[in-house]
Structure formats: C-alpha cells, structure tokens
C-alpha cells in the first residue's frame, strides 16, 4: 500500500547516461520513499539542450529499468511544460517577485553583484539587449533541518544573489521548473545530492513566492573518484554497466553507509533492494564526501 503523504521524487538532468553517483542519489530517494510505503516520482530536468545529449533521457531510464527503479506513475519530462514555467515567472513578475535583467556576469561582478542599470528597483530594460528574469530574493538568514546534515544556516543577500529563473536565450533555468514542479507534484521529501544545498535557500524563497510549502530536504554526500573530485559528466564518470545492476546497487548501498553482506554482491537487483528495503537507515549515511566502495572480488571461475 501506498502512503500519499510522503511523496519522494529522483530528477536527473539529461546531460549524459546515469553514473555510480546518480544511482547513489536514485537508490537513496527510492529507499527513503517505499522504506516509509510513499510514493516514488521520476523527473527528467531537460531544460538545458545545450548541455544535454539527445540519447541520455532513454539511457537514464533504460538504466533505471535494469536496476529495478519503477516509478510510480509515467515520468514528467520539464521540456513539455515550458508554457507552464514562463506563466509563472509571469506571474512572479506581475507580483513584484521577479525582474527583467540585463546585465551580464561581467557587469555585476564589476559593480560587486549590484545590478548597474538599477533593473531590480523599476529601472527600463534596454529594448537592444536580451533579457533575463531573475527572482528578486529577499535579505535572509534561511535556518532548516536537513533529514541528513542536521541543521543549516545559509545567508541569501537580496539582489547579489539573485538566480535567474528566464534565460536570456529563454531558456527556463532550473531554479524555478524544479520548484515549480516540486509544488505540482506534492512533493514532500527531496533526497539530492550535497552539490545542490547550496541553492536550498534560495528554492524555499521562490516556493513561499509561489504560494507553495517547501519540501523536506535531505542531502547525501557527493561521490568522489580515487582522485577526489566529484562524479560527474564533466569529470568524465563512466556510465553504470547495466550488466551488473546488483553489483552497482550493492557498491550505492555500501557508498550510502548501508551494511549489505558480501555475498549479496553477486545477487539479482531484486534481492539487493529487497535487503535495502528492510534495513534502510538514513541516519547512516555519512556527512561528508564518500568515495566509491568495490564489492568483493567474485570467487574465482565464478
Ligand atoms: N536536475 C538536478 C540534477 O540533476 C537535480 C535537481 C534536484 O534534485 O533538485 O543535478
């Protein structure tokens, strides 16, 4: 049975095919949601066709079969609702919560993140240069509970940190589709990656600004590579062999602080989820960056 009121969701960007760390963060989202009998969303942010490959979507999902990550209900890709997001950074215009901006990064670094033209308090646009929305975020020392981190504390500074929610390719950024449909959605619990607490602060503003309640959130350390940085496209993490979707569900369990036993290392995915399920503790996952764990070696001619 499925308990409605706890509503968890994985959404990748579809910037190449799922890695060990995007799975680390999928297995955790998914343990969180059925461990508590919730529902489990799939969402692809496919907002960015200049960073995204047109194959990765399929691969993702392909990947998520192999590893028995069934979604419930069909999976919401951003790029079909970009009317709903312009209407609503219409409607944070129309209410004085965000502002058309000119100013490039060079500008406001130069003017230490002051905007030059004055966009933010009513200053006109240029009508020659392309525009950006920005979210006009208010002074604020943001305090919350992280379900993984304990308690944060995260300083927003009005106008310097103001995130772009409309391109100025017009293109919708993700700080705005991701709250917009974590409001849609019903979405009461994120598990993410630690790479994104720092935009947290700044996510619960643009929910208050758009009548929503903010989720709980709950961010696992990032995955580093034997050389320490993260895993990630940009750092050239390989794709997860979809052969051997029980070994990688093992080697997330174990990144995520879970004690699987050795043995269950050469078991079919069912299982090792089914062991996750039963013995999921998210108060042992660690705080701080874990680096990727092997299985075992399989016994020879095995
Ligand atoms: N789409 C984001 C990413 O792949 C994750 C967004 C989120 O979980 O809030 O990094």
């Known amino acids: 049975m499925t308990d409605t009121t706890y509503r968890g969701r994985f959404a990748p960007s579809p910037t190449g095919p799922l890695h060990f760390g995007s799975l680390v963060t999928a297995l955790a989202s998914y343990l969180e949601a059925r461990s508590g009998q919730g529902a489990w969303l799939v969402r692809i942010e ?5 960073r995204e490959s047109p ?9 998520l079969h192999c590893h028995q990550l069934r979604p419930d209900g069909d999976v919401r890709c951003q790029s079909d609702r970009l009317d709903v997001y312009r209407h609503y950074a219409s409607q944070l215009i129309e209410q004085g919560h965000a502002y058309y901006c000119a100013c ?22 240029p009508s020659d240069r392309p525009l950006a929305i920005r979210f006009a975020l208010h002074d604020e020392e943001a305090c919350w509970q992280d379900r993984i981190l304990g308690s944060q504390r995260q300083v927003v500074r009005a106008e310097v ?8 390719e017009g293109f919708v ?5 991701v709250v917009v449909d974590d409001i849609d959605q019903e979405i009461t619990e994120v598990v993410r990656g630690s790479d994104l607490l720092e935009t947290t602060a700044q996510q619960r503003q643009i929910c208050h600004a758009l009548g929503g309640t903010p989720p ?13 940085q993260k895993l990630s496209k940009q750092n ?5 062999d979809d052969r051997q979707p029980g070994r990688n569900l093992w080697r997330a369990l174990k990144t995520l602080g879970q004690q699987p036993p050795p043995e269950l290392a050469d078991a079919p995915p069912q ?5 996750g399920l039963g013995h999921w503790s998210m108060a042992s996952i660690p705080h701080h960056h874990t680096t990727d764990t092997l299985p075992p070696a399989r016994p020879a001619g095995a």
């Open 55 to 63: 194959e990765a979507t399929d691969q993702i999902l392909q990947s």
């Open 271 to 275: 299982a090792v989820l089914e062991w």
């Open 104 to 125: 490039s990064r060079k500008e406001l670094a130069a003017n230490g993140g002051r905007h030059p033209r004055h966009c933010r308090d009513g200053g006109t646009p």
């Open 161 to 168: 940190d103001d995130p772009v929610i409309i391109r100025k």
């Open 46 to 50: 496919d907002l960015d066709p200049l």
């Open 216 to 228: 709980c959130w709950a961010h696992i350390p990032v995955v580093l590579n034997s050389q320490g």
């Open 173 to 177: 950024a993700y700080q705005l589709a």
């Open 236 to 240: 050239h993490a390989p794709a997860l």
